[in-house]
């Protein structure tokens, strides 16, 4: 018999699906911030704010203009393939999935570094998956979800794979192979996923030709990228020039450079993320603080009993560092917990986090659904 608490799985599941769509159907009652889509399209206007409406230009017009070159393809892919509603109807599943594999991840990590999963753990991990602060990315046509689902299939196999034979290890870099050809399809953030491959090497005596899957985790993210201009352009562009033609299109664009974003006028968005960040270096620092005892404990700067969670957290805080210096600040939480899911096990469960967990998320479904800063 299902028990009907937050200790459900099920009701979990279910919760995690109806909340966002009620804040996103309530939004919907406030007059948009900026009255771009036509206004016969109704509720489901709220589905189709900020980034949403590039992704839909892109799969109609494919990359016709240069600001278009700053997006991934799979997403305006889905989008003519499945339409609208095909992909929020797909987000939905994949959101059911990646609670799932988000649960069963933080479990691993934590038998890893040989730490209890206690219920309340659980019981935490349940709620924080219910009211995610990025729930409404999740929901609406963004790359969260995919992308997300990626990163937790990702982190499960690659630190699984010791645990199983050889013949297992090899369909794991298969696995790992296609994997990495999706997420580099989908957003330039897979490159960060080949530093586990070198901590891998470096800290839990893995083999060294895992760096070439380094490698093709960069190659995943560049070739499509080298691909979009040289269409756009109509001309060979050499691949080590591409970084620099991205990088002045996002400068363009979207104000993408160092400090660019750290205006007096930009105050607010840096308050909306602070969550996040506080979020990030504690558990920065609570990791780094093992790995210190585990070098004094081995007298090695690369201790074998240094702990997966310390490679989570390393991305978490690279991660954390290029938005907050180089990009829109406002997209932190979207770009930190799509990637490093695992981290929302560190969030503190007392009375005052729930509130503001359960405040973040409505309000950023909120602000995203009125076309106010929340992209």
Known sequence: ???????????????????????????????????????????????????????LRIAGGGYSTEARLAFFPALPFLLREIG????????????????????KLCWHLNRLAGEAFTPQTIRKLHFLLIFSPIAVFETVPYTETLFGCLSVMFLLVYSSMTLYNKKVQVLGY??????????????NTAVFHAGYFMFGVIFLSR???????????FLSVLLPLKRRLEQYYEMCI????????????????????LFNYWKITNLPRFLLVLPSTFLCLSYMFTESKK???????????????????????????????????????????????????SILAHVPFNRSTIYMVVLVSTLGAGLFGAFLPWT
Not at 37 to 55: C, H, N, P, Q
Not at 177 to 187: C, K, N, P, Y
Request: net charge positive.
């Open 1 to 55: 018999m299902i028990t009907w608490s937050i200790d459900s799985i099920y009701v979990v599941l279910l919760l995690r699906t109806l909340i966002p769509y009620t804040c996103l159907f309530l939004s919907s009652l406030i007059p948009p911030h900026i009255p771009v889509y036509d206004k016969r399209m109704g509720v489901i206007r709220v589905f189709l704010s900020w980034d949403v409406e590039w992704f």
């Open 84 to 103: 609208i509603k095909g992909v929020l109807a797909l987000n939905g599943v994949l959101r059911i999935i990646n609670a799932v594999l988000q649960i």
């Open 174 to 187: 298969v696995a790992l192979v296609l994997i990495g050809m999706l997420m580099g399809l989908v957003r």
């Open 207 to 217: 083999p060294i030709g895992e760096l070439i899957l380094s490698g093709y985790y």
């Open 238 to 257: 050499p691949l080590k020039n591409v970084s620099k033609i991205y990088s002045n299109i996002q400068n363009k664009y979207w104000g993408v450079g």
């Open 291 to 341: 790995w210190i005892h585990s070098v004094c404990r081995e007298r090695n700067v690369f201790p074998r009993l240094t702990s997966f969670k310390f490679a989570v957290a390393t991305h978490a805080f690279v991660l954390t560092s290029i938005v907050v210096f180089l990009a829109n600040v406002e997209i932190l939480p979207r770009i930190l917990l799509s990637s490093c899911p």
